[in-house]
């Protein structure tokens, strides 16, 4: 009986210790007024909840301690909340979307063709140009709206609710909250910035699972998930990663990686890096010193401008950090 009570108390102990639940409210900053519905979660992840009636949640952080959070919720821009402790409650303001929804409001159909032209290119730069790409369905393209006034060469894209996508490719299903999108025409060069939520089917039989699989394979290896992991665990040539300086020196895992006091990593250089991956060639432009990385996969993605193969990799190529391949 004494045996008993103290695994009992070792499995509870276990318990509180590993288990961090945050709570919250999430309200809007004009108003005051609580959010009911908002999504509450990791981007890129399967892991989140949403807020009640009261705009309160809980959500477990235990498994992506060092991940920021993201609250988004229809016409608001995302929050992203990179410092977060168990101890206290969540007081969570989002910025409603109003001037943006009021300038692109657009029903001309004389209009309708250059609407088209615009959608085509958004898709061709948001999702990308790859074969998954090609399998990507993006179920409520009316609610993208695109500016027709005078930015000049300046192609702004904004979507009030979110953009849901079925990759049909990789079997998930993508929930997907735009803050920015911007491609200039001139220089080509796109930015778009937002926030992810994935679901997968179970359903499907195994010969569907399966052709799953493999693609999944094929659109990790040679990815930034790939490399960050690799880069975690130290293991860039034995994962084929070739990592050089300008002047195609090779640099090792001491040369571009620093770990702070708690364990925290982050890749920092002075000058860009070249990525090689089976002769495919990509650059990494730093836009800040230090950028954060963690065992999953995860990096701060305002740190780094992609150059090269990487950089074709859009939403089309994302893979839930949930995601884990056998080497």
Same mark, same amino acid.
């Given at each position: 009986?004494?045996?008993?009570?103290?695994?009992?108390?070792? #499995?509870?102990?276990?318990?509180i210790?590993?288990?961090?639940? #945050?709570?919250?409210?999430?309200l809007?900053?004009?108003t005051?007024?609580?959010?009911?519905?908002?999504?509450?979660?990791?981007?890129?992840?399967?892991?989140?909840?949403?807020?009640?009636?009261?705009?309160?949640?809980e959500?477990?952080?235990?498994?992506?301690?060092s991940?920021?959070l993201?609250i988004?919720?229809?016409?608001?821009?995302?929050?992203?909340?990179?410092?977060?402790?168990?101890?206290?409650?969540?007081?969570i303001?989002?910025?409603?979307? %109003?001037n943006?929804?009021?300038?692109?409001?657009?029903?001309?159909?004389?209009?309708?063709?250059?609407?088209?032209?615009?959608?085509?290119?958004?898709?061709?730069?948001?999702l990308?140009? $790859?074969t998954?790409?090609?399998?990507?369905?993006?179920?409520?393209?009316?609610d993208i709206?695109f500016n027709?006034?005078?930015?000049?060469d300046?192609?702004k894209?904004?979507?009030? =609710?979110?953009?849901?996508?079925?990759?049909?490719?990789l079997?998930?299903?993508? $929930?997907?909250?735009?803050?920015?999108?911007?491609?200039?025409k001139?220089?080509?060069?796109?930015?778009f910035?937002g926030? %992810?939520?994935?679901?997968?089917?179970?359903?499907?039989?195994?010969?569907q699972?399966?052709?799953?699989?493999?693609?999944?394979?094929? $659109?990790f290896?040679?990815?930034?998930?790939?490399?960050?992991?690799?880069?975690?665990?130290?293991?860039l040539?034995?994962? =084929?990663?070739?990592?050089?300086?300008?002047n195609?020196?090779?640099?090792?895992?001491?040369?571009?990686?620093?770990?702070d006091?708690s364990?925290?990593?982050?890749l920092?250089?002075?000058?860009?890096?070249?990525i090689?991956?089976?002769?495919?060639?990509?650059?990494?432009?730093?836009?800040?010193n230090?950028?954060?990385?963690?065992?999953?996969?995860?990096?701060?993605?305002?740190?780094?401008?992609w150059?090269?193969?990487?950089?074709?990799?859009?939403?089309?190529?994302?893979?839930?950090?949930?995601?884990?391949?056998?080497?």
């Amino acid at each position: 009986m004494k045996k008993f009570i103290l695994l009992f108390l070792l #499995i509870n102990l276990h318990l509180i210790t590993y288990t961090q639940v #945050i709570k919250g409210t999430i309200l809007d900053k004009q108003t005051k007024k609580a959010i009911e519905y908002a999504s509450v979660y990791f981007s890129g992840t399967f892991v989140g909840t949403t807020s009640d009636q009261n705009g309160k949640f809980e959500l477990d952080v235990s498994k992506n301690p060092s991940m920021p959070l993201t609250i988004s919720f229809v016409g608001y821009y995302s929050y992203v909340l990179t410092d977060f402790s168990a101890d206290k409650p969540l007081f969570i303001y989002l910025t409603p979307k %109003i001037n943006e929804l009021n300038e692109v409001v657009i029903s001309a159909e004389s209009l309708a063709k250059i609407r088209k032209e615009k959608l085509k290119l958004f898709k061709n730069e948001f999702l990308g140009l $790859t074969t998954n790409a090609k399998n990507c369905e993006i179920t409520n393209e009316d609610d993208i709206k695109f500016n027709y006034g005078d930015d000049g060469d300046t192609m702004k894209a904004f979507a009030s =609710k979110p953009i849901l996508i079925n990759n049909k490719a990789l079997g998930y299903k993508i $929930t997907y909250y735009l803050d920015k999108f911007e491609y200039d025409k001139k220089s080509k060069t796109v930015i778009f910035v937002g926030n %992810i939520i994935f679901t997968e089917d179970l359903t499907v039989d195994k010969t569907q699972k399966k052709l799953y699989e493999k693609k999944r394979i094929n $659109t990790f290896l040679g990815s930034r998930m790939h490399f960050f992991r690799s880069l975690w665990s130290n293991e860039l040539q034995s994962n =084929k990663f070739i990592v050089k300086n300008s002047n195609g020196q090779i640099l090792s895992y001491k040369n571009i990686v620093n770990k702070d006091s708690s364990n925290k990593a982050f890749l920092n250089f002075a000058e860009n890096l070249i990525i090689d991956y089976y002769s495919n060639l990509s650059a990494l432009d730093f836009l800040k010193n230090g950028v954060f990385f963690d065992k999953n996969g995860y990096f701060d993605p305002t740190g780094i401008n992609w150059i090269g193969e990487m950089a074709k990799q859009r939403v089309a190529d994302l893979l839930p950090y949930e995601y884990t391949y056998e080497y």
